[in-house]
């Protein structure tokens, strides 16, 4: 199969699970500036998720520029990101209407950390597919933000439960650390 092909329909469902997280916020009920302060639960995570979903979008665009060819297990594990991907509106939506509370936060960082799973995976899967000279495993190297972040996701879980406010402070961070493009892997697109 052409990584065209993966690359568009990937795309496509990341346009879906944007649109419906913004369809899930709501207008304000009041036409003072008191009642759209009282929406800053839904628009901050809805901030803070369509980060994540771009930052996974512009990862995802640097690896298949990295990627040849695509085989059936990189497809199952594009799949694999997608679906953990397509948890982050309803994980946002839950947040946006609780605020602080623990569930909503345990909850979110469960999706973030799930995301960042499926994205590990097919990143190993795409290098094994790739061989041992792998320009993919070369443009990342150790990988230390993608190791260490699934770490701070359950981290933020687990403070949840105590102090949801220091877990949304937490994947804000590991959002912080992505938005900066890995050097490496811009480096190996750029020299392709």
Known sequence: MEKDRLTAFTDGVIAVIITI???ELKAPHGADLHALIEQ??????YVLSFIYVGIYWNNHHHFFQLTPAVNGAIL???LHL???LSL?????SWVGENGFAAGPAAAYGAVLFLC???FFVMERVIV???GPDSPLQRAVGVD????LSPFVYLSGIALAFYRPAISYALYALVAAIWLVPDRRVEAAVAGR
Do not use: D, R
């Open 21 to 23: 997280m913004v369809l």
């Open 40 to 45: 800053w639960p839904s628009f901050l995570s």
């Open 76 to 78: 199952w594990a594009n």
């Open 82 to 84: 997608l679906f953990w």
């Open 88 to 92: 982050v509106p309803f994980a946002t």
């Open 116 to 118: 960042a799973i499926a």
């Open 128 to 130: 094994a597919a790739q």
């Open 144 to 147: 230390l933000k993608g190791k």
